[in-house]
């Protein structure tokens, strides 16, 4: 058809459909590659700065930063402030949005970022108002640490202004970077308190619940003091109370004829399904429901070393994110006392506070683990219903502190939140009976907090390193300590509270004044142990002391003791130690733990149980014959045993527990970490009065077991059984915060998911996200023969060569030096 008009040929309605749309796709197109260029350019804009030049106002003199090829910056100065300044400037850059979500989730403001997402972990830790804490200590500093810290402050957000624009994830989140304030670094080491201590008091108060609903003898035996996995530093394992007799507690005849509860959902702690939502900023949460959130640290004394030279090992246990928590640096200024020897530190820093973490100042190198003493405690208060607002203290009635806690909510009107607080600290939910409870707890401690900003960058002995450690703001931790000379001990980094009245194992009322926390340990009163006879020392999260040195530190909720008592074996199998011994020792993967289970599966699929059974027939093959006695990712036998195990404990605690249940439903049996000890002893002994009467004997309990093993590891899977390996059930997922609320292209900021061996059991920790955050070797003064392992990288920018290039040789567990490398980058920095 002709059109006139036009003088062409009329378009059909069909014809004119279809320009419409090549039209709109073009527009789309264009867009898209629009969006994408801008996109990339405001990360390139984002990028930090290599080389060249950049004013940093401030400065006494100018500072010069080479990083190497992995991105460790070697930053040399005047003076320690400069040097401070500098680390500020260089972690703003690198690390920005790791510092906020750190200072945040101490504050609880993450909503104010994130949203109403994270609402309610902003609740959990507002009622702790740490922001206040912070601004306490703050106002309690001495003038030199003061200083210290106003100068990173300055540096951090010269770095933060110095960039474009900001990092991508406040694109993503549609967000404006707040700068940075002093007291938003001690926001940073209190967000360590809520990761590495408990928040809400949970194991105290499933002791609690055990001490006042089971008989004493039962309470003794579910609440074990220790176990024949136990290897202390001082004293002997502590051993497992027997099994209390039907007489005291015959449970199968209590309940029978009830019907039976409810199976407990199966808890998959922090594996990888866990960690898929999006926005997923909770780590602390992850980490403590892993129940074996901790590190290992050892070290052997120089007569036991080719060159004399004392070495110290740590890898610290944390939930991986990428980027990885801690940033590598080497800091170094001048040296009054020596101008041709600087002062120098080498280690990890952690992002938001100038001090180094662990490493070496040359002089002496020490590492941690989380100690799991007592930290805190439940007070149950006295209260009266004709006076709702006032509770019971020593000098008499006194008012509840009162405060609206207002959370910002990104998106959404504010959020408020009313807390009440005590003299001792913030009130709890009430417990299961209905009592008021506060939370005395050490991070509450503001003068504790303002001890020392840098307490041990100039110690030259074992004997300077304890007496600063002794008495710190911080998270309580197993110091382990070597100097040049050859020497090593172990202390306490942290204050420790001096109770009065009780041990600190449950709920009591202080209203009296015969209870409660008469100050701090003094230096004196610090266990130590300096130069042990054996040349050795370990930790790993368990038990170390005993008798009046562990009534000090009290008892928290000690691990098991399988990593320290594997960890102390290898230790004394050999009489000569290198870097390189105490790094397999970091990698062993050992199947110790769960040799015993095995054995267990063994003896109870009988002939008889696996008679015209395959699958039972398969699954003892595998156990029998495919077990390598390592964790190993390729193992279906470890992970068929380990799952065992689990599923046996479970049923166990479902039952045995099940009248702490019926009292708390807030009940969990698993606050208790040593519960192995008594789950292992009612397995192997089988005492039919504490048998679940759904069974008639434990074999019969055991067998189903194994039964429902089998069948979970085949749910939704094809193959065989002998398919189902350990990385399958406990894979890798180091992840971004928001790799998984970003469409199409999240899952690339995350690090690849690749098998690895390792268990919570084994010394090389691996269990979903959580891992070694860093592997460090060394030997103070000798560091260019140490070892430094970290996963991911320096950088938390996905365009930067140091995103994630310390990945590999972290997953390969190379021997990777200790000191940075040769310089590849150099910026200087100017007044």
Request: charged share 20%; aromatic share 8%.
């Amino acid at each position: 058809m002709h059109d006139r008009r036009t003088g062409g040929a009329r378009l059909t309605p069909v014809r004119r459909l279809g320009r419409i749309l090549a039209f709109t796709v073009a527009i789309l197109l264009v867009a898209a590659v629009g969006a994408g260029l801008w996109a990339r350019s405001q990360l390139r804009a984002s990028l930090p700065q290599l080389d060249g030049r950049r004013q940093l106002p401030g400065l006494s003199a100018p500072v010069d930063v080479s990083r190497d090829a992995l991105g460790v910056p070697t930053i040399r100065g005047r003076n320690r402030e400069d040097v401070a300044r500098a680390t500020g400037f260089l972690h703003a850059q690198d690390r920005y949005f790791q510092m906020d979500l750190a200072r945040r989730r101490a504050a609880g403001e993450l909503a104010a970022l994130v949203g109403a997402r994270a609402l309610p972990v902003d609740r959990e830790v507002r009622i702790h108002r740490f922001r206040a804490v912070a601004r306490r200590a703050l106002s309690l500093f001495s003038s030199q640490d003061a200083a210290l810290l106003n100068a990173y402050t300055a540096g951090v957000n010269a770095g933060l202004a110095a960039m474009s624009a900001p990092s991508f994830e406040y694109l993503v989140l549609r967000q404006t970077p707040a700068p940075w304030t002093p007291e938003d670094s001690l926001l940073v080491v209190l967000s360590m308190f809520v990761t590495l201590q408990e928040n809400d008091g949970d194991y105290e108060s499933a002791l609690g619940t055990m001490h006042e609903v089971l008989p004493a003898p039962m309470y003794g035996f579910l609440a074990p003091q220790g176990s024949e996995w136990d290897a202390p530093l001082v004293g002997e394992p502590f051993a497992v109370a027997p099994i209390p007799g039907p007489d005291v507690y015959d449970l199968r005849a209590r309940r029978a004829g009830r019907p039976a509860r409810p199976r407990l959902p199966r808890s998959t702690l922090s594996r990888s399904d866990e960690l898929s939502t999006p926005w997923s900023l909770d780590a602390a949460r992850s980490e403590r429901d892993a129940g074996a959130l901790g590190s290992n640290n050892f070290a052997v004394a120089g007569r036991l070393t080719g060159d004399g030279g004392a070495l110290v090992a740590n890898d610290m246990h944390l939930t991986i994110r990428v980027p990885n928590i801690w940033y590598r640096a080497s800091l170094q200024w001048s040296n009054a006392d020596d101008a041709s020897t600087p002062n120098q530190l080498i280690g990890v820093t952690l992002p938001g506070v100038p001090t180094l973490v662990v490493g070496s100042n040359t002089h002496v190198a020490w590492g941690f683990t989380n100690s799991y003493a007592d930290w805190n405690d439940i007070v149950l208060l006295e209260t009266d219903r004709a006076q709702p607002n006032q509770y019971r203290t020593p000098q008499g009635w006194r008012e509840f502190e009162q405060y609206d806690e207002v959370i910002k909510v990104a998106g959404e009107a504010d959020d408020h939140l009313p807390v009440r607080w005590t003299i001792w600290g913030p009130v709890m939910e009430q417990d299961y009976k209905g009592r008021e409870r506060a939370y005395r707890w050490v991070a509450h401690s503001a003068e504790r907090l303002a001890v020392s900003l840098i307490p041990l960058e100039g110690a030259r002995t074992i004997e300077e390193v304890m007496d600063a450690a002794n008495g710190l703001g911080t998270p309580g931790q197993n110091l382990v300590v070597a100097d040049r000379t050859g020497r090593i001990g172990w202390s306490i980094y942290g204050s420790i509270p001096r109770r009065v009245g009780f041990d600190g194992q449950l709920p009591y009322s202080w209203a009296d004044g015969t209870r409660g926390w008469d100050g701090w340990l003094t230096d004196t009163d610090y266990p130590r142990i300096v130069d042990p006879e054996s040349g050795r020392l370990w930790t790993a999260n368990t038990r170390v002391v005993n008798g009046s040195a562990l009534a000090a530190l009290g008892d928290g909720g000690y691990e098991i003791g399988s990593r320290a008592r594997i960890i102390r074996d290898r230790l004394f199998s050999k009489e000569k130690f290198g870097p390189r011994d105490l790094l397999a020792i970091q990698l062993d993967t050992g199947a110790d733990f769960l040799a015993r289970w095995r054995e267990l599966i063994l003896r109870t699929l009988t002939p008889d149980r696996i008679a015209g059974n395959d699958a039972r027939m398969q699954f003892q093959d595998i156990v029998a014959n495919g077990w390598s006695g390592q964790a190993a990712a390729d193992s279906a036998a470890y992970r068929l045993t380990r799952n065992f195990r689990d599923i046996v404990s479970e049923r166990i605690i479902e039952f045995v527990l099940s009248e702490c249940v019926d009292a708390d439903p807030a009940f969990d049996y698993t606050a208790i970490r040593r519960r192995e000890a008594s789950l292992w002893t009612l397995a192997s002994e089988q005492p039919q009065h504490l048998l679940d009467p759904q069974y008639a004997t434990w074999g019969e309990l055991l067998a189903s077991a194994v039964d429902e093993t089998i069948a979970q590891a085949m749910s939704g899977h094809s193959g065989t059984l002998r398919d189902r390996v350990w990385s399958e059930f406990n894979p890798v997922a180091y992840r971004h915060p928001l790799s998984a609320g970003i469409p199409l292209v999240g899952r690339l900021l995350d690090m690849p998911s690749v098998p690895l061996p390792g268990d919570l059991y084994t010394p090389r920790m691996h269990w979903g996200a959580v891992a070694a955050s860093e592997r460090m070797v060394v030997s103070p003064g000798r560091e260019a023969e140490g070892i430094m392992q970290m996963p991911t990288g320096q950088s938390g920018h996905p365009m930067s060569p140091f995103y994630a290039n310390s990945h590999a040789a972290w997953i390969a567990g190379d021997a990777a030096p200790f000191l940075p490398g040769p310089a590849a980058y150099t910026l200087t920095l100017t007044p």
